[in-house]
């Protein structure tokens, strides 16, 4: 379960009428067959280092403490090392090898303490659903630790006692135990106030009258201001028309595509009745800083971040925007398909960025690198913005062959300290990819390929500790006739299908719309979006999970 609520995670308090498991403390765990405690072999503090057990001598490579993960799952984290336990290369194979490897969160490095008899527990892994043991029982030390299904024998036992207690594998009701989750049914989870998923999506007002419809969204995608007295001005001048800020003219004040667009959504109605929504932004300004670079998209992008004066102006621009949202309650998508191409270069550490010098006020102490402007970037929402909710646009081009690549990176990028992920689904109707003149291509939906997506998305979500929300969700109807606005697409259908599959997934919203043109919309798919929302809404809605 994913608790979100402002930017916080919740976390479970671990109480069962035997010691309360204290996340401060340091445990050594025995093991029921063997007697001899989990150990960090040779105190090793590299990623993959192998764990085994060994006779107890009280070191800090045979001390761990248990980090919360929500919904009754634990991280146990080495004293010597700083690692945590670990499903190698995220398995589900009997006999797989537990390592230790960096804190990412992931389901991986996810376990529960299912109660076995006489104060022992059982290490349930959240990801493989397997259990912790000493590999074929043996007792000798050096025994190697591996995961192995479920059957509650005496190698998967182990007990917790104090690190510096005198507490061995015969005193029972030493050991600390958890809490068990919330009754099935039951959730704390919220997001953007709502305990429930929530339906949007870029349309006309009429269009979002017409349906209970919970968020709009729009993009913010130019270069920067041209000049920085943009920014205080009273009004745009016509030489500013090509800056977002300036989009509606000369007539209006410099930022106003946010505020009108605020009292739009304010005004929402519904059968006659005040219905208020909330805003999403796009902030897609990297591509456009790769333009000013005179490298276009792409590389050039990354490129262009390691430049000081480009990225002075686009900070200054960023920091207008936010102050533009103010104390509002909205959403923020930062940079689609950026970081898939910053990921591209390797280590997210190591791509230059001049972070600090560019804006020394708020980021003076960031790292001059990619990870450092991603958390830069959350920083200055969080601090000019503070109602808002700040999200990492999820670009890993690679996650069917290389998802431990992609966890790795959104942690780097601080994805943490973000309040969602936000990932599109497809640009454009799967009817047009169809048609030979747009390349043939098969994007329609099977419950196969929904099945990986979801898995990838829950996996996401679980890393970081955050709910994901789904954007860019093609509109397009299978009643339609694949001719421009009224393109083919099973996507709309689908979602509303299996909403539960949805809410397992630690999705929080599903936001429709095109990212090309000559795609469905909300005003051209026949009614379908508006009839499936209505219907969403009238069934009480899905609880988030």
């Known amino acids: 379960m994913v608790v979100v609520a402002g930017s916080a995670v919740v976390v479970n308090q671990a109480s069962a009428g035997q010691k309360t498991l204290n996340p401060k403390k340091w445990y050594v765990l025995v093991n029921r067959n063997s007697g001899k405690v989990l150990d960090n072999r040779a105190s090793a503090t590299k990623d993959g280092a192998k764990v085994v057990q060994s006779s107890r001598h009280g070191g800090a490579n045979q001390q761990w403490r ?105 005193n029972s009701g030493s050991t600390p135990t958890p809490s068990p989750p919330p009754a099935k049914g039951s959730s704390t989870t919220r997001f953007m106030g709502s305990d429930k998923v929530f339906i949007g999506g870029s349309m006309t007002d009429a269009s979002a009258n017409a349906a209970p419809f919970d968020v709009r969204y729009a993009y913010i995608h130019s270069q920067p201001a041209p000049s920085s007295a943009a920014y205080t001005a009273s009004r745009c001048k016509d030489e500013w028309s ?43 300004s990297l591509r456009d800083l790769g333009d000013a670079a005179g490298e276009g998209d792409g590389p050039g992008e990354v490129k262009a971040i390691n430049r000081r004066d480009l990225l002075t102006r686009y900070l200054n621009d960023y920091r207008f925007f936010l102050q533009k949202i103010g104390k509002s309650h909205d959403m923020i998508d930062l940079e689609p398909d950026f970081w898939g191409f910053a990921r591209s270069l390797g280590n997210l550490h190591q791509v230059p960025a001049q972070v600090s010098g560019a804006n020394p006020t708020d980021c003076g102490k960031q790292e001059n690198s990619a990870a450092g402007l991603a958390q830069c970037l959350i920083h200055m929402a969080h601090k000019y913005a503070p109602n808002a909710a700040v999200g990492l646009h999820l670009s890993c081009f690679d996650w069917e062959s290389n998802l431990h690549k992609c966890v790795k990176d959104y942690a780097d990028l601080g994805a943490r300290k973000a309040d969602f992920l936000v990932t599109d689904v497809s640009d454009r109707d799967a009817g047009w990819y169809a048609q030979p003149a747009h390349g043939g291509r098969d994007t329609f939906w099977t419950d196969k390929k929904a099945a990986a997506s979801l898995k990838f998305w829950k996996t996401m979500a679980e890393s970081v500790g955050k709910p994901v929300v789904l954007w860019q969700i093609p509109v397009g109807n299978m009643a339609q006739n694949n001719t421009p606005g009224h393109f083919k697409d099973d996507k709309v259908d689908w979602f509303f299908a299996h909403m539960d599959k949805v809410a397992n997934a630690h999705i929080a919203g599903l936001l429709f719309g095109a990212g090309w043109t000559e795609q469905t919309t909300p005003e051209t798919d026949g009614g379908n979006l508006i009839r499936k929302t209505i219907a969403y809404r009238a069934s009480g809605g899905t609880a988030l999970k």
């Open 66 to 170: 248990f980090i919360e993960s929500g919904d009754g799952y634990y991280r146990l984290q080495n004293r010597n090392s700083g690692k945590v336990l670990d499903d190698l290369g995220w398995s589900k194979a009997a006999g797989s090898a537990i390592v230790q490897w960096k804190d990412l969160n992931g389901t991986n490095q996810q376990f529960k303490l299912a109660k076995s008899p006489d104060g022992y527990v059982r290490l349930v892994n959240r990801f493989s659903g397997m259990a912790v043991g000493v590999e074929n029982a043996t007792k000798a030390n050096g025994g190697d630790i591996v995961q192995n299904r479920d059957r509650g024998r005496a190698n998967q036992q182990w007990k917790l006692v104090a690190a510096g207690s005198t507490g061995d594998a015969g």
């Open 242 to 284: 090509g800056w977002w800020g300036c989009w509606g003219g000369n007539t209006t004040a410099p930022g106003s595509q946010v505020t009108w667009s605020h009292a739009q959504a304010a005004k929402a109605t519904y059968r006659g009745k005040s219905r208020p929504q909330k805003y999403l932004w796009t902030w897609y």
